[in-house]
């Protein structure tokens, strides 16, 4: 039984396609900003969706009250599924003083919620600080889906050696051959970016990473794979977390932009749908 | 030590006016929305002061932030004073499926905060949803100070009932005569308010209740008063939740509007800020 919360209502319809059986649920705010939240019907098991992205406080205070309205109504098992993890990149303290933000919101959640199951998470580890049962579900099957056909015997790149995992991943479940780019520093001012130990040259490129927001690192990759001869640059990006014009100016420096439906955007053309209404959490 | 919350911003001056230890903190947003925050300095106790108005859900994820990041620096103990607190109203189960909101805040709240201080909570008894020690402070001594010497020999009201404890601590400490008004159905359609055993003819009046938002039950009263021959009228209200025009409805209808500064707006005239820096919290 799913019940859908503002950061999920753009994945409704979907879900109801593949047959989750969806609880009704009233969300609305009063005039001075506090939210209402009712659910409706009762049950034992439930699994809250909502992605955290813009007003990102506001749709985890909602999952705080939908967890509380239906302990209260009975509910023994809950689970949240948060596509989008807002404060995924607040994982660890770069200056003294600095929270764990991440940390502060799994804790919180963990309150109301048994298990937990996010999309291509920033860092895996920080979901050690949920209480419960965390899972990080793969983007792979659904980048893989949307961009096999169009990239053919292509070549999958990491933007970094950091996101290579994602990229290797995408390129053995189509069956082609990946690599990532590197940094070198080639005056106190300009730094270079290549793709590693692989021939792009007359061959269509998959550019997968896990957050897109300016854009200015697929740009610059899509511009220096055209100098090296890549025929067609695609770009899959789990979450479209899009700067300002973001999206028109990736758009115009590549063949294609897709990102998933983690976050609403005109680009979120790759559904992650199918992964969690067929997730088959832990029974007890 | 102080740590101020960006709910509390408009009383910093006035408690380093009282002398208190302020910590400094940075707290601004990302471009996607995101809280940043960070606290200098270190030590073993602080006290972490924010109102929790309008935008209440960011403020309350903040308070989560810099809790984990006191934490984080190694404080040990932590207490939270929040003036206002948000979902207060939303003290129980009305409609099968509703949460109870304020439980959910409180226990967040609970996971980094040892202590909590609220300044006259529109259910006290919600307090024990906290997992530490919580106090209620009672505006009384605010709301006196500001209006003993207009009041003169006058009657202190409650609007209803429910609110007749604070109306009568505020009697007692200017030593005077106070009674509640009392709601009758004189006709299907109409509801008459009266106040209860008490001629206020020829006499001053200050009303006084928790909150005040559309102002329409106090502009009612007043008009009664008007009626029954009452000299001036004031109006003296812990929490200012003012709705649009609502203050300007209210200053019209009596002699004085005035609310504490748990909020701040155009006629918060009244700190409670003396009684904040005298905490005298337990310690260990």
Avoid: C, W
């Avoid at 705080?64 to 949240?80: H, N, P, Q, T, V």
């Avoid at 730094?191 to 854009?215: A, F, Q, Y």
């Amino acid at each position: 039984m799913f019940v859908i919360g503002s950061g999920a209502k753009h994945l409704e319809d979907e879900m109801r396609q593949f047959g989750a059986e969806i609880l009704e649920v009233e969300l609305r705010r009063f005039p001075d900003g506090e939210k209402y939240v009712r659910v409706m019907g009762s049950g034992s098991e439930a699994t809250v969706i909502s992605s955290t992205f813009y007003p990102q406080d506001e749709r985890i205070l909602e999952l705080l009250l939908i967890g509380d309205a239906l302990r209260e109504r009975g509910f023994e098992k809950l689970r949240a599924v948060i596509p989008y993890f807002a404060y995924g990149r607040q994982d660890r303290v770069v200056k003294e003083g600095e929270p764990i933000s991440v940390r502060a919101v799994m804790r919180a959640l963990g309150l109301y919620y048994d298990e937990l199951y996010v999309v291509d998470i920033h860092n895996p580890k920080t979901l050690s600080y949920f209480p419960g049962k965390a899972v990080n579900i793969s983007p792979a099957r659904a980048i893989t889906e949307y961009f096999r056909g169009k990239l053919g015997e292509g070549i999958v790149l990491a933007p970094d050696r950091g996101a290579l995992r994602r990229a290797k991943v995408v390129a053995e479940l189509i069956g082609v051959e990946y690599s990532h780019f590197e940094k070198h520093r080639i005056s106190p001012t300009d730094v270079e970016m290549r793709p590693v130990e692989v021939d792009v040259s007359g061959k269509n490129v998959l550019i997968v990473d896990d957050i897109i927001s300016t854009g200015g690192t697929m740009i610059k990759a899509s511009s220096i794979l055209k100098k090296l001869g890549a025929r067609r640059i695609f770009v899959g990006v789990t979450h479209g977390v899009f700067a300002e014009g973001a999206i028109e100016r990736v758009s115009k420096a590549v063949d294609e932009l897709a990102v998933t439906n983690t976050i609403p955007t005109p680009v979120s053309k790759i559904s992650i749908v199918p992964d969690i209404v067929s997730l088959k959490p832990n029974r007890g």
